[in-house]
């Protein structure tokens, strides 16, 4: 028996079999948790109720995170249909192409930096409000998705590290917030991981090769690395953990210096 037997959880990010939502959603099916999954619109639809199906999931919807009638909708139906929720992961950021094309002075301005926010911080408390009341009562949790780009200077990231700085003061004050009434919530910052969102990352695949070579491990991270990051952060063997980002970057956050391949020994 897996150590999510029991647990349902909402899965909320998922694009395609590369999202790293879908190495979450993989490792918690494998622990024994129910699923269910939203997307975005009718495009996504078609690529994310197969996936769904895939894990044995029946219950798929829409949710854009923007708008307050479709998480009410979404919220509405959970509680229908499985009338408690135990897990919430939020794998949503969004910035405008142009906001990460450039520089972070020039290429930053006030709609895409609104955007940025709403989409990628804001929608976790949107979010938090609604699962919290299906949360009552039971050793429930909540997961969001982080980068680097938050607390240091990353070519390209711009204004979405801005926003992930957001999410990430987001959680600490989330984790007071529902911690007296028993609910959990933490984020992974995850490495470097080839998906449809970093394509639109200028130098992607540069940082891709720089991590390989620096980061301790001497490779990157795996959508199952995060995944069963994931797992055990949501479950109850980590019970006492909460307001906390978990680095999953072969500890690439860890170093200060690096020199040539070539200079070691």
């Not at 998922?14 to 622990?31: K, L, N, P």
């Not at 708008?67 to 509405?76: H, R, T």
């Not at 949503?92 to 192409?97: G, M, N």
């Not at 590290?161 to 990430?168: F, P, T």
Request: charged content about 20%; some cysteine.
């Amino acid at each position: 028996m897996g150590f999510l037997a029991g647990k349902r959880a909402l899965i909320v990010g998922v694009a395609t079999d590369r999202s790293i939502a879908w190495g979450v959603a993989q490792a918690m099916h494998r622990e024994g948790a129910e699923l269910a999954f939203s997307y975005l619109n009718d495009k996504m639809k078609e690529r994310v109720e197969p996936l769904a199906h895939s894990l044995g999931a029946r219950l798929t919807m829409p949710l854009d995170v923007t708008s307050d009638a479709q998480l009410d909708a979404a919220f509405a139906l959970l509680g229908r249909e499985w009338g408690a929720l135990d897990i919430a992961v939020h794998a949503v950021a969004y910035a405008p192409r142009e906001a990460l094309t450039g520089s972070f002075l020039e290429a930053t301005q006030r709609e895409g930096f609104r955007v940025a926010h709403d989409v990628s911080s804001y929608s976790l408390t949107a979010l938090a409000q609604r699962a919290a009341p299906l949360m009552a009562g039971r050793r429930a949790a909540l997961l969001t998705l982080t980068y680097l780009g938050a607390v240091r200077s990353i070519p390209g990231y711009n204004v979405m590290g801005l926003a992930k700085a957001s999410l990430e003061a987001n959680v600490r004050f989330l984790a007071a917030d529902l911690g007296p009434r028993g609910i959990r919530i933490n984020a992974i910052s995850a490495g470097p991981i080839k998906t449809l969102a970093a394509a639109g990352i200028p130098g992607f695949r540069k940082m891709l090769g720089r991590v390989a070579e620096v980061a301790p491990l001497r490779r990157n991270v795996t959508l199952e690395d995060v995944g069963n990051a994931a797992a055990f952060l949501c479950s109850d063997l980590a019970a006492g953990i909460t307001g906390e980002i978990l680095y999953v970057d072969s500890g690439f956050s860890t170093v200060g210096m690096s020199f040539p391949l070539e200079a070691e020994g």
